[in-house]
């Protein structure tokens, strides 16, 4: 065995081992865990902000041609990423959830692919938002995306709800709009009960949500970090794992 594989093989090993005397396991997911499906990172040097001034709430509800560079920018994106899957990491993390070994996901991600990779709706919460339907902003009435996509498409029509005549949106949380208290609140109370945090494919620079890692160390929980770069959490944690994602978890659960 190589020197790289025993090395790696000492890591799986302290996670399993970690895992293993857990009561109570969390996983907490960034932007790092879907770049290995081909979805960019939009925060990143080079990524999407960096080309494109993020578009504030308050002028997408005020401004129309704001809203419309709003859906410009979503019907782009999904036409190119409409064939994304999710990869190793979120089937590995599904297999931990479906054998009891994770208690729920918590993820920054806005992408879906936790649930598509067979993590129950209810086990995963959205700090961002989800940007795989739309919600109307007055009556809360969900649409399938690609409903409103169709209608954006026709002309570049602002869809509106067909119930109140509200203005529909992506289910995303924007730049300027408030952080969704349910979910925030189910993350601080799933982190304060955790044994075992694991922060995987986050910078950890994000807040509030990147608040969690260190709330969860702050009640007692081993905290374990899997990114390929060093993180301002580092300091915090029990096992840090640099390395690709993917490849991590799957050799953890065996998940091909």
Same mark, same amino acid.
């Given at each position: 065995?190589?020197?790289?594989?025993?090395?790696?093989?000492?890591?799986?090993?302290?996670?399993?081992?970690?895992?293993?005397?857990?009561?109570?396991?969390?996983?907490?997911?960034?932007?790092?865990?879907?770049?290995?499906?081909?979805?960019?990172?939009?925060?990143?040097?080079?990524?999407?902000?960096?080309?494109?001034?993020?578009?504030?709430?308050?002028?997408?509800?005020?401004?129309?041609?704001?809203?419309?560079?709003?859906?410009?920018?979503?019907?782009?994106?999904?036409?190119?990423?409409?064939?994304?899957?999710?990869?190793?990491?979120?089937?590995? $993390?599904?297999?931990?959830?479906?054998?009891?070994?994770?208690? #729920?996901? $918590?993820?920054?991600?806005?992408?879906?692919?936790?649930?598509?990779?067979?993590?129950?709706?209810?086990?995963? $919460?959205?700090?961002?938002?989800?940007?795989?339907?739309?919600?109307?902003?007055? #009556?809360?009435?969900?649409?399938?995306?690609?409903?409103?996509?169709?209608?954006?498409?026709?002309?570049?029509?602002?869809?509106? #709800?067909?119930? #109140?005549?509200?203005?529909?949106?992506?289910?995303?949380?924007?730049?300027?709009?408030?952080?969704?208290?349910?979910?925030?609140?189910?993350?601080?109370?799933?982190?304060?009960?955790?044994?075992?945090?694991?922060?995987?494919?986050?910078?950890?620079?994000?807040?509030?949500?990147?608040?969690?890692?260190?709330?969860?160390?702050?009640?007692?929980?081993?905290?374990?970090? $899997?990114?390929?770069?060093?993180?301002?959490?580092?300091?915090?944690?029990?096992?840090?794992?640099?390395?690709?994602?993917?490849?991590?978890?799957?050799?953890?659960?065996?998940?091909?």
């Amino acid at each position: 065995m190589s020197r790289e594989s025993s090395k790696q093989a000492d890591v799986i090993g302290e996670l399993k081992t970690l895992l293993d005397a857990s009561k109570r396991a969390v996983v907490f997911t960034g932007a790092g865990i879907s770049t290995e499906s081909g979805i960019p990172d939009f925060r990143s040097p080079g990524g999407f902000w960096s080309n494109h001034q993020p578009i504030d709430f308050n002028d997408y509800l005020n401004d129309e041609e704001m809203r419309r560079e709003s859906w410009r920018r979503k019907l782009a994106f999904e036409e190119e990423f409409r064939a994304v899957q999710p990869n190793r990491g979120h089937r590995a $993390i599904a297999s931990l959830v479906s054998q009891d070994k994770v208690n #729920c996901v $918590i993820t920054q991600n806005i992408d879906g692919l936790h649930q598509r990779a067979g993590v129950p709706a209810e086990k995963v $919460i959205e700090l961002h938002g989800n940007g795989t339907y739309c919600i109307c902003l007055d #009556c809360r009435k969900r649409y399938e995306l690609e409903l409103v996509l169709n209608i954006f498409r026709n002309g570049e029509e602002l869809p509106m #709800c067909d119930d #109140c005549g509200g203005i529909l949106k992506t289910g995303t949380i924007s730049f300027g709009q408030p952080m969704p208290a349910d979910a925030m609140v189910r993350a601080q109370n799933e982190s304060e009960r955790a044994d075992l945090f694991l922060a995987i494919g986050s910078s950890l620079v994000v807040y509030p949500a990147a608040a969690f890692p260190a709330r969860a160390k702050l009640f007692g929980a081993k905290l374990v970090i $899997i990114n390929r770069d060093a993180t301002e959490l580092d300091y915090l944690a029990d096992l840090i794992v640099n390395d690709e994602i993917g490849p991590t978890l799957g050799a953890l659960t065996g998940e091909s």
